[in-house]
């Protein structure tokens, strides 16, 4: 009898590889040219432009650090800096702590809970210049009815930038807490309730332990979402109300560093173009950066199951 010899591992692993190595440029070439023109080549084209003066890219002239000098030295910006960092930090615990208590209570068996989930998700499908405008109208039907000079006030708008980005952003941080949760081994909490834990106890050794990895997605969502939010700014108070410094300048005391950027860009002063770009340049340090130190420390707590 003839005995059919098979193929070693090794020689069939590399009959495989072939032709893959063969097709890889065919469907990752498309992407690859996307990402290239897309992604790549405005970022390097931006990060040049941020080191010149220029009315419109095609009279730039190179003119060293001087954009960045004048982009540290705007108080403007460094208004609209601090302002985001404090929103980014406030939105970053409200958001996060009411998804997971949201989800937290959706996971217990409740009646309705599919029901929830959806309502609790919808407003994260409306657009958000859109729910910007949705609330403006609300907050002026709301503020119209007390003086008008609580309009003027800087903390409703700060107040009423939170409430927005919560009430979008909190059934999709839901989503993401609902997945963790649930895939919570069982036995583990069996185990816990043998063992006598109570439900605090249960809490903090278990539940958010096994979770985390879940609060690495969504503490990164929200940081990176605070910082970078533009269309509800724009749309909820455009910046008002002003404050006027002693030479006549103005800060928009609730305006953000995405629309301070887009203000500095578009505004009354076209040779200012390169101290925007410049400053879209230090925003992408900044929150590549934050977001990046996020995830290190975040990640070093997870717990493998």
Sequence with gaps: MKRHRTAPASVSSVLI???????????????????????????LKGLYLSFCKFKTTSNATFIGFGNYVKALSDPSFLHSFWYTALFAVVSLVLVNLLAFLIAYCLTQGIKGSNIFRTVFFMPNLIGGIVLGYIWSMIFDGILMKYDTSILMNSSYGFWGLIIVIAWQQIGYMMIIYIAGLQAIPEDMMEAAKIDGANRTQTMFKITIPNVMPSITICTFLSLTNGFKLFDQNLALTAGQPFLFN???????????????????????????????????VIFFILVAGLGMIQLLATRKKEVQQ
Excluded: H
């Design 246 to 280: 002693a030479d006549g300048t103005a800060i928009k005391t609730t305006e953000m560093l995405a629309l301070n950027i887009f203000n500095t860009f578009y505004g009354d002063n076209p040779s200012a173009r390169g101290v925007a770009q410049a400053k879209a």
């Design 17 to 43: 590889r072939r032709p893959i190595k063969r097709w890889f440029l065919l469907f990752m070439g498309p992407m690859l040219i996307s990402f290239c023109v897309g992604f790549l080549y405005p970022f």
